[in-house]
Structure formats: C-alpha cells, structure tokens
C-alpha cells in the first residue's frame, strides 16, 4: 500500500495533538507523540518500519512540491506547526480574542479555538505555505471537526485578523 500523506495530514495530526495539549494540560513534547500513536496515515514512522521515511506524493493545492517529501518531513511539520501554537499561545488567544466580539477563548468550542490558534501559528511563526492556503484548510478542518458554524465562524475570524495583519500600513 502506497502512502498518499499531505500537509492536510500534518495538520489534523497538530491540530489532535494541540487539542490534547488545551484538555490534558500535559508536557507538549509527550502529547504529541501520544497523538502520533492514535494518528493511523503515520504509522510507519512509529513502528520504524522501512519505507516509513520514504517519498510520498503530495497535492499541490497543498502548498507543497508534487514529490520529493518523506512521511517523517510530514511528522516533522506537524510537531513544529504544534510548538509554534503552544509557545505561543497567550499572543494568539489575545490576537483571537480582540477580534472575537462577545467571545473570549476559554467560551469557544476547544476544537475550533484549536483550528484558529493552529492557523495563526501556522501564518506567523511556522509555515511556508501561502496565507490562502493556511485558511482554506482551516476551513477545511472546521468543516471536518467542528459543527455547521464552525466554518463560518473560524472562516470570518482568520479574514478579519489577516485582512488586518497584512495589510499596507
């Protein structure tokens, strides 16, 4: 069986482990490797397997090259994408928070203040993938894992904080 792994993958793996991280309040560095365990698209990594680092196909809508990628690169991408969001959690709650009108995080759904607080991160501090990119997936896992208003919500939410943070002054 080939291993078909695209950043969609690393994110839903950050995004388990970071909403782990908001429910356990555990080391970050072992809730991750625990939502590796859970995550099946990995499995290779875990078990060490031969094959497990190496190319995969990758989706090109996905901000990444067509080839070239291994499944540890992916692992790799996950976890950096997740310590961005935990070390820097207090400016992304605050940052979330002056544009949430009538919401503070601690009142959000943990699932889709993890889907915000793991774009932001992936915008400022982690990714290289194109902003657009970064918020259609995030819609894209708000479809997947939150409720009917979630995509509208977190979809609103990042156009209004990117709308504002990269604009010209």
Known sequence: M??????HDSRILALSALFSYHLTGKDPDQVFEDALAFYPRFSRIRRGEPGGASTARNEAA??????GKSLSSY????????????????TLDELIESRAEGWTVNRMPVVDRCILELALAEVMYAGDAPTEVVLDEAVNLAKEYGTADTPAFVNGLLMGILRERLSPA
Request: proline share 4%.
């Open 2 to 7: 080939s291993a078909r792994i695209s950043r």
């Open 75 to 90: 692992v790799a991408y996950a976890k950096n994408l997740f310590l961005a969001a935990v070390e820097n959690l207090k």
């Open 62 to 67: 996905d901000g990444c090259p067509r080839e």
